[in-house]
Each structure stands twice: as C-alpha cells, then as structure tokens.
C-alpha cells in the first residue's frame, strides 16, 4: 500500500501540461476542486471526467499512476458510502430489511461524496506529478507575493509546503524499508483484522520519527551551508512567464464551468 502513495512525486517528461507555467497549474487545481463541489448531478462527473481524462493524456502520464494514486484511500472511500449510504436520510425509501433502510437520497450522497474524493485525489496527483519541487515553490511563492504587503511570509511558505511534499515519497520508502526490515525479523503487518493491523504499524512509527527528524537536521545543515537566508534578494534561474499554452487551459476550463453551469441556468 504504501508504494501506491504518488502524492508528492514527479514524473520527469516533456508534455504540454509539463510546460504549463507552475501558476496557472496551481489556479487551474484550485478551480478543479471547486468544479468538482459544483456538481448537482452525477451526469456532470462525465465532465469532470473528461477534463481530467484530457489532462492525464495531454501530460502523458500513465494511467496506472493515476489509479494507483486512489488505492491508499480506498478505506476511506468504502467507509464514507457506507456511512452516508446507511445513515443518511429522506423521503423514498429503496430498501428496507428490517430497521435498516436505505433512501434515495442517501445512495445519491454516497455517490457524490465518494466521487468528490476520487476526483480530488487525482487532480493533485496530476499537479504534482507534472510540477517540479523547485518550480512548484516559485509558482506558490509568486502566486503569495501580493500578501508580502501585510508582512505575509510568502516564500517561508511556500518553502515549507513543497518540502513536506517533496519528502513524503522519501518518508515513504524509508517505511517501506523499515517494514521489509521488521519482518525479515518476524513482524507480522498482513494478519488479523483492522485493528490488529495497525497496533502492529505502532513499531514503525518510532524508527520513522526518528528517521524523519534526522533527515530534517540534515536539511537545515545543508541549507545553512549554503547560506541559505530566506527569499530575499533571492534569483531564479527561469522567469515564470504566461504563454499560449496558458491561455489554453485557462479556455479549457472556462468550458468546464460553462458545461457545469448550464444546466443550473436552464
């Protein structure tokens, strides 16, 4: 499971949506995740799926990657259907065994609510798959600029928030050693039921702490090594320009709001 986290990654190709200034990708995700709430009815998820089917083939991602991207929440997504399928309340009712009973509307929530999640977790794991570290802090730092006005600290963070991003595959791997090491020393992670499980990960967690915070120091060394002091005065290597590409996806996605809107204004 825990190979199957992609957030935070970056797969290295030359795509359009690659070339896309880091700016308008970061827009363009926040207005996806806003798309995808504004859905009323299921039909329109064929849209967002088309959007972010188009994404996906334009940034030459494989598809796999993608899916993968959703098999860590898998248990969140079966326990919030559930929860909004058997909990959930209204006025026809589809089922009845006994004093349980399943309405419309319930079914209608689950669905929503489960394909809200799907579709947020693959629209960031394009963001990130197609976003450099690097050139992903230049995009938030930019887009956090104005705010420097009110004493905003816009580059500490967008420092911050691209590190936690770019060490979670790093964490990651480093758990995925640390279990293939526990193990090969008799540790059992697969046997017995929820909850069995996850008192067995509580021996992971105090090596991976430890191993988090070492590599933090070492970061903080490094950086200070290389007197590291903050954005200001601070260069780039390559100027954040808006190009015809740019205009494109911004085009693109007013069509999706035009396809979700539509049938509200109809």
Known sequence: ???????????????????????????????????????????????????????????????????????PMRILLVFTFILNLFF??????LFRIGPVVIWQEGLMNALHFTLRLIFLVMGSSVLTLTTSPVTLTDGLETLASPLKVIKFPAHEMAMMMTIALRFIPTLVEEADKIMKAQTARGADFESGNLMARARAMVPLLVPLFVSAFRRAGDLAMAMEARCYHGGEGRTRLHVLKIGRGDVVAFLVMAALYLLLLLPRWL
């Not at 849209?47 to 334009?58: D, E, K, R, T």
Request: aromatic content about 12%; overall charge positive.
């Open 88 to 93: 959930g309340t209204g006025e026809t009712a």
């Open 1 to 71: 499971m825990l190979r199957d986290i992609t957030l935070g990654q970056y797969y290295p190709v030359d795509s359009p949506v690659h070339r896309l200034d880091p700016r308008t990708k970061i827009i363009l995700t926040v207005l996806f995740i806003i798309a995808v709430f504004m859905a009323s009815q299921l039909y329109l998820y064929v849209f967002i799926l088309g959007f972010l089917s188009l994404a996906v083939y334009l940034s030459r991602l494989p598809a796999r990657m993608i899916i993968r991207s959703i098999r």
